[in-house]
C-alpha cells in the first residue's frame, strides 16, 4: 500500500525554521513526483513546492526564496526546509506523491501540523 508519512511539524516563532519529512515505506519514491500543500482553517487546499523526479523544482510565489524542496533517494524521503517562517505560514501540510513512471497513482500523506505565533 502507497501511503507517504510527513513528519516535522510543530509551533515555532516568527523568523524561524522547521524541515518537514515526507517518508516512503515499502515502495520507492523514485517513481514519483511529489508535492507539497498545506490547508490553513477556512481556506482551501494550496500548492507550496513539487519536485519532479528528474529533480526539477517549482514553489508558489508566496514560499519562494524562504523553502528548499528536495529529495534523498537513499534514505526513501522527500524534505521541505522553511525558513523565514511567517504567520501566514500556518497550516496543516500534505505530502503528495503522484507516479510518472511505470504505473499512475495519486496518493496523499496525512499532515502536518505547522503553527507559526509568537
Known amino acids: 500500500q502507497v501511503q507517504p508519512v510527513e513528519s516535522g511539524g510543530g509551533l515555532v516563532q516568527p523568523g524561524g525554521s522547521l524541515r518537514l519529512s515526507c517518508a516512503a515505506s515499502?515502495?520507492?519514491?523514485?517513481?514519483?513526483?511529489i508535492g507539497w500543500f498545506r490547508q490553513a482553517p477556512g481556506r482551501e487546499r494550496e500548492g507550496v513546492s513539487c519536485i519532479s523526479r528528474g529533480g526539477r523544482t517549482t514553489y508558489a510565489d508566496s514560499v519562494k526564496d524562504r523553502f528548499t524542496i528536495s529529495r534523498d533517494s537513499a534514505k526513501n524521503t522527500v524534505y521541505l526546509q522553511m525558513n523565514s517562517l511567517k504567520p501566514e505560514d500556518t497550516a496543516v501540510y500534505y505530502c503528495?506523491?503522484?507516479?510518472?513512471?511505470?504505473?499512475?497513482?495519486?496518493?496523499w500523506g496525512q499532515g502536518t501540523q505547522v503553527t507559526v505565533s509568537p
Open positions: 503528495n506523491l503522484r507516479r510518472t513512471f511505470g504505473g499512475t497513482g495519486d496518493y
Open positions: 515499502g515502495f520507492t519514491l523514485d517513481y514519483y513526483a
